[in-house]
């Protein structure tokens, strides 16, 4: 249900671990671990081994990487229904990007309008991309799993909570680890349920839709270089 609340023993989890990413020497944040976040920073690690994710523009804060859809989701215009296991475009945010741009800019909402600035030129480039042939024939959308799912409307995403199994708790209790160790000091320290709005969720588009949302532009871009292999972050 989209409005259900989170279960007391998730709530009470992510409390106790979060309250445990802090050492004598400071709180995490700002892409440096503290007391329990070293073991989240060692999983991110190891969750991207076998994964190639390149970057979308220097500077950016959205890497992909041409992946199999681990859920299934229904079609949107110009693509079929996708079914778990079809290959598609997974977009990453690039933490480590997202956690120096944190700590230049003390303003949270210019902070926010210039992260959301810098997203829309990477979707930019990456519609320039598929134009151009960069992403293989048959891939028909692109998906996103991330606390942050509902800011991806502003660009046509369709969105939804993550749906509920096994899984989903845990995969939300290491995306706020990961927000903590890579955001602002002190941003997930708040007590009650103030975490609670942090819901996982996704959202996706088709590549149809993505090269609607960005067309072409009047002068021929120069080419485009598929970027190098970069060592993927958790969206």
């Given amino acids: 249900m989209p409005n ?42 190891i969750l991207s081994w076998g994964h190639t994710v390149r970057p979308l523009g220097e500077g950016g ?58 997203c829309g030129q990477d979707l930019e480039i990456l519609a320039q991309l598929a134009r151009q042939g960069a992403i293989p024939p048959g891939i028909q959308a692109i998906w996103a799993e991330t606390l942050v799912y509902h800011a991806l409307r502003r660009w046509g995403f369709a969105t939804r909570l993550a749906q509920p199994t ?8 290491f995306m706020l680890a990961i927000l903590a160790i890579y955001g602002r000091p002190r941003q997930l320290s708040q007590g009650g349920r103030a975490l609670d709005h942090l819901r996982l969720g996704e959202a996706w588009i088709s590549i149809e839709e993505l090269l609607e ?19 993927p972050t958790p969206r």
Avoid: K
């Fill in 4 to 45: 259900s609340p989170i279960p007391r023993w998730e709530h009470w989890l992510d409390r106790i671990v979060l309250a445990l990413g802090r050492s004598p020497w400071g709180e995490s944040g700002f892409g440096r671990p503290r007391g329990l976040m070293h073991v989240f920073r060692l999983a991110e690690r």
């Fill in 61 to 118: 804060i959205l890497r992909y990487e041409i992946s199999r859809l681990p859920v299934s989701l229904i079609g949107t215009r110009g693509a079929e229904l996708l079914q778990r296991g079809d290959r598609c475009v997974i977009l990453h945010f690039d933490n480590s990007t997202l956690a120096t741009l944190s700590a230049g800019e003390p303003n949270l909402r210019r902070l926010t309008w210039r992260l959301a600035r810098i």
């Fill in 166 to 173: 096994i899984r989903t708790p845990f995969a939300r209790l």
């Fill in 213 to 231: 949302r960005f067309p072409a532009p009047a002068r021929p871009p120069a080419l485009i270089e598929p970027p190098e292999s970069a060592t």
